[in-house]
């Protein structure tokens, strides 16, 4: 499939990531923080596609986890509404895994009905990319088409109260920050560039992947690893920062405390009938 076959209307996210692309590996792939709560998503990653299986990856990025994905065996096709991270993805690929099969595509989450139908065997969205999302009934909606039955989607999503951030910026008096989640909506600037982000509830979004998908794991990621702007604080308190690791693995999965973490990752899996 080639990137010429799609035209692209690059939303707003995707022109503001633009302008973070070539730093993104510095700040987040390669931090602390990034690469502990990476680890946490691969855990889960390692368990829900199998060589063999050919994935859709949403919001690829700069390609990091297509070339997880690869290295199991997946065949992937990364798509991402920044055509500069587009461009990185596809040189690391080409780079470190060129017998691989990973292809690169610049393509707008909003316009995945453009690809070809039941295609995929399972669907994979890391770090946000789909809070960047309005409308995910009909982004579920689409995916339920380009995958085959029983497929899995492994989604990870920013969550609406994440507690380690409230009780950061509440510590140092910064009341608005601390509860930026919380109505639902947020406007992020990138170098001048707005664009909304959205944090739905965990109900949300059960309700929203319904009826084509149903939920089967729930785990929370960065809820005692703090969020990535506290890289510095980490790297300040080693010790203290692997107490917080030791201890993700004891609440990551507690019902309740899982959903207060820096963010989510829900596997669902495409049902053809609606389940009680
Ligand atoms: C925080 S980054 C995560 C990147 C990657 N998944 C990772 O794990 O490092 C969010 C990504 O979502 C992409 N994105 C934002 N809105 C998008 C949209 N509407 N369609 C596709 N990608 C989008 C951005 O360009 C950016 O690459």
Known sequence: MSASSFSTN???????????????DETFTSSLIGRTQRNSVWSVLQNTFRAGDTVLELNCGTGEDALQLARMGVTVLACDASSEMVDIARRRAGFLQPQSSIGVIHLPTERVHELEAGMFDGVFSNFSGLNCIEDL??????????????SQLLLCFSTRFCITEILYFLSIGRWRKAFRRCSGRTVAIINQHTFAVYYPTLRQLKAAFHPYFKLRLCVGIGVTVPPSYLEGWARRHPRVFEVLCRLESFVASLPGVRNFGDHILLRFERVSHVEA
């Open 10 to 24: 690059t939303p707003p996210a995707g022109l503001a990531f633009d302008l973070a692309a070539s730093s993104y």
């Open 137 to 150: 009934p009909a982004t579920a909606a689409a995916l339920s088409r380009l995958v085959k039955p029983e």
